[in-house]
T-cell receptor, first 114, second 115 residues
Framework: GENVEQHPSTLSVQEGDSAVIKCTYSDSASNYFPWYKQELGKRPQLIIDIRSNVGEKKDQRIAVTLNKTAKHFSLHITETQPEDSAVYFCAASPSGGSNYKLTFGKGTLLTVNP | GAGVSQSPSNKVTEKGKDVELRCDPISGHTALYWYRQSLGQGLEFLIYFQGNSAPDKSGLPSDRFSAERTGGSVSTLTIQRTQQEDSAVYLC?????????????FGEGSWLTVV
């Protein structure tokens, strides 16, 4: 089955700096890659996703890049703010374009210091 | 409802007892998922429902775990003879259908502690 590795497990940055979180996946048939943000005690919420027919997607301060050849994708957050502090999870769908069974990475605890 | 609703939000149970966790998906969502979140382990897939049927229950860790969904809506995850290693947050999620473009929305989770 699909295996998703996520790095780093913890990341601390100063407010205004950029943060990058990287994930690799094992199943070359995966073609949907969402990122979820989970604040302490809250539910995971989708912040951005990318499909395999594009290499990059941006939404304001957040961007995701995908390299299908290397089977890795990354989350980039620019101009970080304290409210960006949370656990971020990457995920991949196993095959066939179906997202019914997302396989998640183990998460990255991002701390933005004011 | 406005979002995925789960109950109870917190449950403390004695080892060996049975527990039931409930999930109300977003109205109209045909797909429903259960995940388990343990400290430092990310989100572990348990089972997926499409309507009332479960095409994929491969993530259920043992035969002590079962789930059902009735009326294409509410789902119940049952854990029999609970063990301490069952302690985790159990997250339910739903989506309007399968495939990219059908965002998976999570509930707040049910925090289970087995003592």
């Amino acid at each position: 089955g699909e295996n998703v590795e996520q790095h780093p497990s913890t990341l601390s940055v100063q407010e205004g700096d950029s943060a990058v979180i990287k994930c690799t996946y094992s199943d070359s048939a995966s073609n949907y890659f969402p990122w979820y943000k989970q604040e302490l005690g809250k539910r995971p919420q989708l912040i951005i996703d990318i499909r395999s027919n594009v290499g990059e997607k941006k939404d304001q301060r957040i961007a995701v890049t995908l390299n299908k050849t290397a089977k890795h994708f990354s989350l980039h957050i620019t101009e970080t703010q304290p409210e960006d502090s949370a656990v971020y999870f990457c995920a991949a769908s196993p095959s066939g374009g179906s997202n019914y069974k997302l396989t998640f990475g183990k998460g990255t605890l991002l701390t933005v210091n004011p | 409802g406005a979002g995925v609703s789960q109950s109870p939000s917190n449950k403390v149970t004695e080892k060996g007892k049975d527990v039931e966790l409930r999930c109300d998906p977003i109205s109209g969502h045909t797909a429903l998922y259960w995940y388990r979140q343990s400290l430092g382990q990310g989100l572990e897939f348990l089972i997926y429902f499409q309507g009332n049927s479960a095409p994929d229950k491969s993530g259920l860790p043992s035969d002590r775990f079962s789930a059902e969904r009735t009326g294409g809506s509410v789902s119940t995850l049952t854990i029999q003879r609970t063990q301490q290693e069952d302690s985790a947050v159990y997250l339910c999620a739903s989506s309007a259908g399968q495939g990219p473009g059908n965002t998976i929305y999570f509930g707040e989770g049910s925090w289970l502690t087995v003592v």
